[in-house]
T-cell receptor
């Protein structure tokens, strides 16, 4: 079974600064997908960024980028130029290809952006 | 607008009183799933469905039932709710082949069982 670990329950960052959220996972699979989801106070789950394990290039979406280290089984999220609207719970999630399509989530990191 | 809807959004009930949380999607997705979110545990999958009349257990299925009689609907049924089922529940849907397709989440249902 896959496990996802987020070791930082809470983090804070000053507005306009850069912050990195860590995520590690454990799997014996070679092909899989990784995601970061954001959950603002509204509770809505919003996809931030995704990474396919067979792609060596790190994914980037505007101010959000990942550092994917397959050998180390690490998938950190970097948020540049942090904004107040980035305040949210962030979940790292793992998925294997195939019929189940189950997302295995980490326990989450509560990020607070300070003005 | 493409979306997943859940009803009700908030529910307070008593132990043993059967309840149903509805989930509907308008994106013609084959795959639908239910998760529960608890503090410190993230989201855990309860049940999922690959298509009409095809359902299977996730990681925490005890105490829950589901059905998939129509492609767009995937209700979650608690036959005899207990206080340990107090949680935040999410329904999600996605395409079922290939990937990594984004899973679209509903707005969540906050359930309290007293």
């Amino acid at each position: 079974a896959q496990t996802v670990t987020q070791s930082q329950p809470e983090m804070s960052v000053q507005e306009a600064e850069t912050v990195t959220l860590s995520c590690t996972y454990d799997t014996s699979e070679n092909n899989y997908y990784l995601f970061w989801y954001k959950q603002p106070p509204s509770r809505q789950m919003i996809l931030v960024i995704r990474q396919e394990a067979y792609k060596q290039q790190n994914a980037t979406e505007n101010r959000f980028s990942v550092n994917f280290q397959k050998a180390a089984k690490s998938f950190s999220l970097k948020i540049s130029d942090s904004q107040l609207g980035d305040t949210a719970m962030y979940f790292c999630a793992f998925q294997t290809p195939g019929s189940a399509r189950q997302l295995t989530f980490g326990s989450g990191t509560q990020l607070t952006v300070l003005p | 607008e493409a979306q997943v809807t859940q009803n009700p959004r908030y529910l307070i009930t008593v132990t043993g009183k059967k309840l149903t949380v509805t989930c509907s999607q308008n994106m013609n997705h084959e795959y639908m799933s239910w998760y529960r979110q608890d503090p410190g545990l993230g989201l855990r999958q309860i049940y999922y469905s690959m298509n009409v009349e095809v359902t299977d257990k996730g990681d925490v299925p005890e105490g829950y039932k589901v059905s998939r009689k129509e492609k767009r609907n995937f209700p979650l049924i608690l036959e005899s709710p207990s206080p340990n089922q107090t949680s935040l529940y999410f329904c999600a849907s996605s395409l079922s082949r290939g990937g990594p397709y984004e899973q679209y989440f509903g707005p969540g249902t906050r359930l309290t069982v007293t």
